[in-house]
């Protein structure tokens, strides 16, 4: 992340310059916004198996291998076409339950066929970086990983972490729910936050993320002492102080296929000395439908959402420049031969 620079207000003239442009749909021209996306919960892996996830509008496998790491590859085998979902897990990859062709899960390479015929050079699948992160596989789109998948201030083992997945797909990109804390009026209009600092002012722009600071009186009276930062178009994450307590709460959001996303939920508590599990448990659960409730009424605006960014106001500064920032990112799709 190469540039960084604190938010201005922009120059006269350059606000209406960045009206009425289009912001491109996530999967136009066959390409997608590069980055770090939730594939699925760690515990949908079955032990010892395969699980078959949607994906960028295709489709991959997800598996671990003996060493304990995901593997994430394309979902067809490259000889007929057969779902690897159906197909078994190996030691390091898996194995089509058709013909019984094993491929190596890190470089997705065909090894070798049952049959004992010489492997074709072009049998390989596409095998995407992939980690896991807070009960979360993670796989990323772009040739090489643009930045490091955020984690916490405090290590995962000294945290309690709770993460889940949304049932229900939202029929918008993961931009347009991302814009929504780049939006900051609706943060005063819509959920009546009363800020203390001066998150207009302090906004900072980097190559593949932004940051923007949140400190506000809640109208619940909480106090919201906050760090937010969009990671590419796609990843909301947050931590910071709940009247004075630590916590931190993330929300990646994946696409399965275009024109939707799938929304995953990551809410993260440290204990304090002498606190027992359900003393714990309940700060969690206390944080949680806080930012349910904020996040409640948030999606039912995302159902019928059409941004149409003609007519933006002074107020509107930070959110059109994150509209320039998401038509400039980096897109791609090098699996696409492979996914689809």
Not at 149 to 155: A, I, K, R
Not at 180 to 189: A, G, K, S
Request: glycine letters at 10%; a negative charge.
């Amino acid at each position: 992340m190469s540039t960084m620079e604190s938010n201005h207000d922009l120059v006269p003239g350059q606000l209406e310059r960045l009206r009425g442009r289009p912001i491109p749909a996530e999967g136009d021209g066959g390409v997608f916004s590069e980055g770090w996306y939730p594939v699925c919960l760690s515990s949908a892996i079955p032990e010892g198996g395969v699980h078959g996830v949607p994906f960028l509008d295709g489709r991959v496998v997800v598996t671990r291998g003996d060493d304990g790491d995901v593997r994430v590859m394309s979902a067809y085998c490259m000889h007929l076409g057969a779902d690897l979902t159906v197909g078994q897990r190996t030691a390091n990859g898996v194995r089509c339950a058709f013909h019984s062709w094993e491929y190596d899960g890190k470089t997705g390479r065909c090894t070798g066929i049952a049959s004992g015929d010489p492997v074709p050079p072009r049998a390989q699948l596409f095998a995407f970086p992939a980690a896991e992160m807070y009960g979360v596989v993670f796989a990323h789109n772009g040739a090489k990983p643009l930045y490091d998948l955020p984690t916490f201030e405090y290590p995962e083992s000294d945290l309690y972490v709770r993460t889940w997945v949304f049932d229900d797909l939202f029929p918008v990109d993961p931009w347009v729910i991302s814009a929504n804390t780049p939006d900051l009026l609706h943060l005063t209009e819509l959920h009546n936050f009363d800020f203390i600092n001066k998150p207009f002012d302090e906004v900072v722009w980097h190559d593949y993320s932004v940051d923007l600071p949140v400190h506000a009186t809640l109208p619940t009276g909480h106090d919201f002492d906050v760090h937010n930062t969009i990671y590419a178009t796609n990843y909301f994450f947050q931590y910071g102080k709940l009247d004075g307590r630590w916590f931190g709460w993330a929300a990646p959001f994946g696409i399965p296929k275009k024109g939707t996303t799938q929304l995953f939920g990551i809410i993260a508590v440290k204990p304090e000395p002498g606190e027992t599990p359900e003393q714990v448990e309940a700060f969690a659960d206390y944080v949680t439908d806080l930012q349910m409730g904020i996040a409640a009424e948030d999606l039912p605006i995302f159902a019928g959402m059409h941004y149409a960014p003609g007519n933006l106001t002074h107020g509107d500064r930070v959110l059109a420049r994150f509209f320039e920032y998401v038509r400039h990112f980096p897109r791609s799709l090098h699996s696409a031969d492979f996914i689809k």
